[in-house]
C-alpha cells in the first residue's frame, strides 16, 4: 500500500505529460505561430499601461482619411480626424484587460466550487449544483448586463460581471473530475495512511485534472472578449472609447457613407486574435489529453 501510495502522488498528469504536451505544441509551427501572435497583444497591452501608446483621442489628420502608408493613417481616420489604427491599438489594451481579469477570477472559482462539490459530496454537493443551476437558467448575456447594470458602467464592473458567472462550466468539469477520482485507489490509500482532506484535494486530485483548468482559461479568454465587445456594442460596458465594440457600433453609420476602414481596422484585429486563441485553446485540449499525447 505505501508502494501505491507513493506512486499516487504524483500526479497522472504531471511533469512527464506537461513535457510530451510542450514537445507535441513546439512541433506545430501553426500553433506556435498563433502563441507568437497573442504574444504580440498581450506586449501591445503591457506597452498601453506603461504609457508608450500613442492617444487616440489625438487628432491626426483630416475626417475620414482613407488608410495610407503614413504610420498614424496606416488605417485612415474617423469622423474626427483621429487615428484608426491608435484606436484599434488602444481596443487590443481593453480586450487583454478583460481576458486577464475574467479569468483571474473566474478559473480560482471554478476550481474550488467544483473541489468542494465533488470531494464532499452531499449537502454541499447540493448546493453548488442548485447555485450554478440558478445561475445557468438566466441566459448568460442578460445575467451580466443585470450585474453591469447593478454595478455602475465601465471596464471593471464588466470585468467583475463576467468573472462572477463565467466559472459555471469549469465548476461542472472539476465536479465531474472529482467525483471519479475521489474513489481511486491511490485517493483511498492516502485516506488510510492519514492525509486530511485538504492534502487530498490540493496534493492528489487537484494535480489530476487542473490541465482542464488551463484549457478552460484559454477559451475563457475569447469568450470574455466576444462578449465585451458584444455588451459594449449594446451600450454596456466600456463608455470610454477604448473597446472594439464602440468601434464597430459607430461603423454602423459609416459603412452607409462608404467609409469601410474603421471597420476593417476592428474586424482584422479582433479576427486575428480570436482565431489565435481558439487554435491554441484546441492545441492545448489536445496536447493535455493523456488519451491523445504521444
Request: with cysteine; charged share 15%.
Amino acid at each position: 500500500m505505501t508502494t501505491q501510495h507513493a506512486t499516487a502522488s504524483k500526479p497522472i498528469y504531471g511533469e512527464s505529460l506537461s513535457q510530451r504536451a510542450a514537445k507535441k505544441i513546439r512541433r506545430q509551427p501553426h500553433t506556435l505561430l498563433c502563441l507568437g501572435i497573442i504574444a504580440v497583444y498581450v506586449a501591445i497591452a503591457i506597452a498601453g499601461y506603461a504609457g508608450l501608446m500613442p492617444d487616440f483621442q489625438e487628432r491626426v489628420g483630416a475626417s475620414y482619411e482613407p488608410p495610407s502608408l503614413e504610420f498614424a493613417k496606416i488605417l485612415g481616420t474617423d469622423v474626427f480626424g483621429r487615428s484608426v489604427f491608435y484606436k484599434v491599438l488602444t481596443g487590443v489594451k481593453t480586450a487583454i484587460t478583460i481576458a486577464v481579469c475574467v479569468t483571474s477570477l473566474a478559473i480560482p472559482i471554478g476550481i474550488f466550487m467544483g473541489s468542494v462539490a465533488g470531494y464532499f459530496g452531499g449537502k454541499v454537493d447540493a448546493f453548488v449544483v442548485w447555485f450554478y443551476s440558478v445561475l445557468v437558467s438566466v441566459p448568460y448575456i442578460l445575467l451580466v448586463l443585470a450585474i453591469s447594470y447593478l454595478l455602475g458602467k465601465g471596464l471593471l464592473s464588466i470585468c467583475v460581471a463576467m468573472g462572477a458567472v463565467s466559472w459555471v462550466g469549469l465548476c461542472r468539469l472539476i465536479r465531474g473530475e472529482f467525483l471519479k477520482h475521489k474513489s481511486r485507489e491511490y485517493v483511498l490509500a492516502s485516506k488510510l495512511l492519514g492525509a486530511t482532506d485538504m492534502r487530498l484535494i490540493f496534493r492528489h486530485i487537484l494535480p489530476n485534472v487542473f490541465h482542464l483548468a488551463i484549457i478552460t482559461a484559454s477559451l475563457m479568454c475569447l469568450n470574455s472578449i466576444m462578449s465585451e465587445v458584444v455588451l459594449t456594442y449594446l451600450g454596456v460596458g466600456v463608455q470610454d472609447g477604448s473597446s472594439w465594440g464602440t468601434m464597430i457600433a459607430d461603423a454602423n453609420g459609416e459603412l452607409v457613407q462608404g467609409k469601410w476602414w474603421p471597420l476593417t481596422g476592428v474586424t482584422l484585429a479582433l479576427f486575428f486574435l480570436a482565431y489565435s486563441l481558439n487554435m491554441v485553446g484546441d492545441a492545448l485540449r489536445d496536447a493535455l489529453d493523456p488519451k491523445l499525447v504521444d
